[in-house]
């Protein structure tokens, strides 16, 4: 675990170095690349990173699809587009209130 001080050291430039160690668990937590964490270089993002997947409740639709959005700009197009669908519809398991 990286102490709170040695955060605060690398926020504020006095610090330009983490150990392997603390360079995997940053990225690992802000779910960046840690090549591009230490050097700056390269995709902030891999495409091909290993991420927990979780089950998606679409029957044609993929996580490679979406890391294609991704790659292309169009994830935050897509979640918007979802968030109003949603807006429009009551959460699972509850009542309608007209009788």
């Known amino acids: ?3 709170t001080q040695a955060a605060g ?3 504020h430039g006095r610090s330009k170095s983490l ?3 603390n360079a995997a668990r ?8 840690t090549y591009w964490l230490c050097t700056g270089d390269g995709p ?3 495409p091909t990173a290993i991420r927990p997947r979780r089950e ?3 029957r044609r639709v993929r996580h490679e699809d979406l890391l294609a959005l991704q ?3 169009k994830l935050a197009e ?12 009551e959460p699972t398991g509850t009542k309608s209130r007209a009788s």
């Open 26 to 33: 940053a990225a690992r937590y802000l779910g960046v690349s």
């Open 71 to 73: 790659d292309a700009g």
């Open 78 to 89: 897509a979640e918007s587009f979802i968030l109003g669908l949603l807006s429009g519809v």
């Open 19 to 21: 150990s392997a160690e």
């Open 9 to 11: 050291q690398l926020k």
């Open 1 to 3: 675990m990286i102490s």
């Open 44 to 46: 902030m993002i891999e």
């Open 56 to 58: 998606l409740p679409f």
